[in-house]
C-alpha cells in the first residue's frame, strides 16, 4: 500500500466492528474510491470466515459430571488438608478420647503394679512384730513399720 | 486454610464456571497447541493453576477471559521453554525461511483463497494457524475464534487494543497467504 492509502490494520478493525467516529467515516470513503483496499478488505473478510466456520472442539464430557473424579490432580494442586477438616471428621474424636484414657489407665496400672509389692511386704512385717535383735535383717522392720503408720514429722 | 464445606462450595462454584466456559477455552486450548494431546495437556494445566488461584478471580470479569489469559501465560512459557528463545516477539523471524515479512505479506490474488473457501479446506485451517507466531495465533483465534472484542483480548494478552488490532491484522495477512499457498498445494501434500 502506498502513502495514499489507509493504515492497513484498520481494515480488519473495520471488519471487526472496533472502528469509530471520524476514522470510520474517513476509511469508509476511501474504500468507495479505491479499488485495491476493497479488495483487501474482501481478503481479510473471506480469511475471518474461514476461522469462524472452523468446528469447535468441546472440552471432553466427563470433565463436568464429577467434578473431583474427572480431575484428580486437581486435589494435589490443593494445599495441604486445613485442621478444621481433619477434626472435622466423625470417629477422630471419640477415638482419641478413648486412646487418651486408655494410655492413663494403663499408665496408672503399671505404676501401681511396681508399689504393691513393696507395700505388702511392708504391711505384712509391720503385723508380724517379731523384732529379732539379733536378726539384722529383720532390725530395720520396726522404723518402717513406724514409718507407714505414723505421720512423718518433717520439720527440722 | 478452609473448612471442608467451604471447599466444596468453591468446588461448586468452579465447576459451574468451567459448564458454561470449558467448552471455548478447551476450543482455544485445542487451536492454540494444535493436537488433542498438547490441548488436553494445556487445558488440564490451565484448570489447575486456576483453580489453585481462583481466590484471585474478579467475580465481576469474565471468566473466560481469566481462563485464556492464564491458558496463554502458560502455552508461551512452554513455548519460550522449549525453544529457549523468545518466540512472542513482534519482532519476529519471518516463519518462512528465506521470505521477508514483506514478501509474505504481499499478494492479492484472491482466486486461491476463494477456492480454499469453496473446498471446505477446514482440516487446514489447523496447519496454517499452526505456522503463525505465538502471539498472531493467540489474537485472531480469540478475535475470529472465541469471538472476543480488541477490548477483551488486549486484557488476556497483556497489551494495548492497537497492538491486538495490528496483530490480528497481521495474523490475517499471514493465514491469507497460507490458504492460498495450501490450496494450490496437491490434496496428498498439503498436510505434510
Not at chain 1, 490494520?9 to 469509530?20: K, M, N, P, R
Request: glycine residues 2%; hydrophobic residues 40%.
Amino acid at each position: 500500500m502506498t502513502q495514499e492509502h489507509e493504515e492497513e490494520s484498520l481494515l480488519s478493525a473495520l471488519l471487526d466492528g472496533e472502528l469509530e467516529g471520524p476514522e470510520r467515516v474517513r476509511l469508509q470513503k476511501h474504500l468507495s474510491s479505491c479499488a485495491s483496499c476493497s479488495l483487501e478488505l474482501e481478503s481479510l473478510r473471506k480469511v475471518k470466515t474461514i476461522l469462524a466456520k472452523a468446528p469447535q472442539k468441546s472440552m471432553p464430557a466427563e470433565w463436568t459430571c464429577d467434578f473431583p473424579l474427572a480431575f484428580p490432580a486437581l486435589k494435589n494442586a490443593q494445599k495441604s488438608p486445613s485442621r478444621a477438616s481433619i477434626f472435622s471428621q466423625n470417629w477422630l474424636i471419640p477415638a482419641l478420647v478413648a486412646a487418651a484414657v486408655s494410655f492413663a489407665v494403663s499408665f496408672w496400672v503399671f505404676q501401681n503394679r511396681s508399689l504393691f509389692p513393696l507395700r505388702q511386704s511392708l504391711s505384712l512385717n509391720a503385723n508380724i512384730q517379731t523384732p529379732t535383735p539379733t536378726n539384722a535383717s529383720s532390725a530395720l522392720s520396726p522404723i518402717i513399720s513406724n514409718n507407714l503408720n505414723q505421720p512423718q514429722d518433717r520439720t527440722p | 486454610m478452609i473448612g471442608p464445606e467451604e471447599e466444596s462450595f468453591r468446588q461448586a462454584e468452579f465447576v459451574a464456571l468451567l459448564k458454561k466456559n470449558g467448552d471455548k477455552v478447551y476450543n482455544f486450548a485445542f487451536r492454540l497447541s494444535g493436537n488433542e494431546q498438547d490441548a488436553w495437556d494445556l487445558f488440564q494445566e490451565t484448570l489447575m493453576k486456576a483453580y489453585s488461584r481462583f481466590e484471585s478471580y474478579d467475580r465481576s470479569r469474565p471468566f473466560d477471559s481469566w481462563l485464556f489469559k492464564i491458558l496463554q501465560n502458560i502455552y508461551l512459557d512452554e513455548r519460550r521453554r522449549i525453544s529457549r528463545k523468545p518466540a512472542s516477539s513482534l519482532d519476529a523471524p519471518s516463519p518462512f525461511p528465506g521470505k521477508p515479512w514483506e514478501e509474505i505479506l504481499a499478494g492479492t490474488d484472491l482466486s486461491p483463497l476463494d477456492r480454499f473457501t469453496k473446498e471446505e479446506n477446514i482440516d487446514l485451517v489447523q496447519k496454517a494457524l499452526a505456522d503463525l507466531p505465538p502471539l498472531y495465533r493467540t489474537a485472531v483465534i480469540l478475535c475470529d475464534m472465541e469471538g472476543l472484542s480488541y477490548e477483551a483480548i488486549a486484557e488476556v494478552m497483556s497489551c494495548p487494543v492497537g497492538t491486538v488490532r495490528s496483530r490480528v491484522h497481521q495474523a490475517r495477512q499471514l493465514l491469507k497467504k497460507s490458504f492460498e499457498d495450501l490450496s494450490n498445494t496437491p490434496k496428498d501434500r498439503q498436510l505434510q
